[in-house]
């Protein structure tokens, strides 16, 4: 692990530094903005100010937080979908006394706004007297507003190895959106290793993004198991060339490794488990789902994880430090540990993620986790990805149903299109009960299949549950 207590992201530019910054609409070259500034020259305006970074443009996010940090008191990062109607309570919390924008006009109660733009504008900005930047992300709450969780740059790039030279030729992407925790920490691990990175845009098309990032010469790139597999739908699926795959967010079962390494059999395949508030757990290189038992219970490079009632608890270095916020509970146990709330089991030497604790389907009184129902829907050939939620039941309080997305037919063509039915749907879905029913408990077993055409992905790159 690699400190940056005495560090901040500017320190990591460099006047020589080749790499570049690529949006979907502009391009900055890194040696450029290491002699300039993105934001006309209202820097040391913004020095000591907690500001909110509200751009639409993930490259002017980027911008702005590569010039910000250790000038800020803090940066509050907000997503591109966050909810105007909770605005005053970020501000409130976050004690937000400026905007940084880009397109968009800025909040008329925040006192001070600064444009961020994508041209440079040469300029020499003092950079003694730095602090330490407090980074806040926003993530959804249960009661509808966002939690304010708490980082400093030290916590957010403690897994980020150091590298004694630049990454040259690695060029780092991701389908995350770098204002949330999986992007940002793709984002820090390019900023810090000197790599040039492409990033995505919310209203691009996947097959648009997949062949941007494939003329850029992206060499790693992360995104969540539903990400990889709206990918692997794609036409330009094949646009990219990835020599390091890594997914996070969602359980990465088996298939998708496998169909992963079926797609791009040249690229190392990892997938990572990390939170918000706990920070990176583990990473897991072997190809496998799951990870080894061996990690828990044993600390590892500032991380030590727990099992307590199914539930994965860790502690780590890497932690978010506080909710900000007066009504935010603390997210730590008395020992310093920080309940996920994500379901293992122990299966010989391995522990395999089964679900969130709080999406348990109850059918009958037996729990039911709707990840593992789809990690077996998953593995038959035909299935491209499935969603398993609840119906609610008079009987048994709820039963299991599942949407299934189909790999395409040979020619293109959906399943049900006029005058191209090769095999017929009731057949399909009688087949994938049977598959089911072979490897799950009868009570797991979907009691309907639905084929449907596409699956909502929400905002964070996870599949849309929503409640029966």
Known sequence: MRSTSRSQLWDFLGAENRGFLWGSEATVALGELARGSALGGKIEELRDRSVLVSTNEQLTAALA???????????ILCPPDFPPEHLS?????????????????????????????????PGVFDRTHLRQTEWILLTSGTTGRPKLVAHTLESLTGAIEEVSK?????????FYDIRRYGGLQIFLRAALTGASMVFSSAAEPVADFLARAGAHGATHISGTPSHWRRALMSPAAHKI???????????????????????YPQARIGHAFASTEAGVGFAVNDGLAGFPAHFVERSSAGVEMRVLDGSLRIRSTGAASRYLGRECANFLDADGFVDTGDMVELRGDRYYFVGRRDGVINVGGLKVHPEE??????????????LVQARKN?????????????EPLPNGA?????????????????????????????????AAINIVPNLA??????????DA
């Not at 630049?166 to 060029?171: C, E, H, K, R, Y």
Request: aromatic letters at 4%.
């Open 65 to 75: 937080m590569l010039e910000l940090d250790g000038v800020a008191s803090r940066l």
């Open 89 to 121: 309570y970020v501000v409130d919390a976050a004690a937000v006394d400026a905007v940084v924008f880009d397109q968009s006009a800025p909040a008329p109660e925040i006192p001070f706004a600064v444009r961020c733009g994508s041209k440079i504008k």
């Open 166 to 174: 630049p990454a040259g030729t690695v060029v780092w992407s991701t």
């Open 241 to 263: 060339a990835p020599e390091y795959i890594r997914l996070s967010g969602e359980i990465a079962d088996q298939d998708i490794l496998n169909r992963l390494h079926s797609c």
């Open 373 to 386: 129902v789809e990690a077996v829907i998953n593995r038959h050939p035909r299935v491209r990805m499935s």
């Open 394 to 406: 008079p009987l048994t309080g709820a039963l299991v149903v599942a949407d299934v997305v189909l």
């Open 414 to 446: 959906p399943d049900g299109a006029p005058g191209n039915t090769p095999e017929s749907t009731d057949e399909l879905r009688r087949e994938l009960l049977q598959f089911c029913g072979n490897a799950l408990p009868r009570h797991k077993v979907p």
């Open 457 to 466: 992905v929400t905002a964070t790159g996870k599949l849309a549950r929503r």
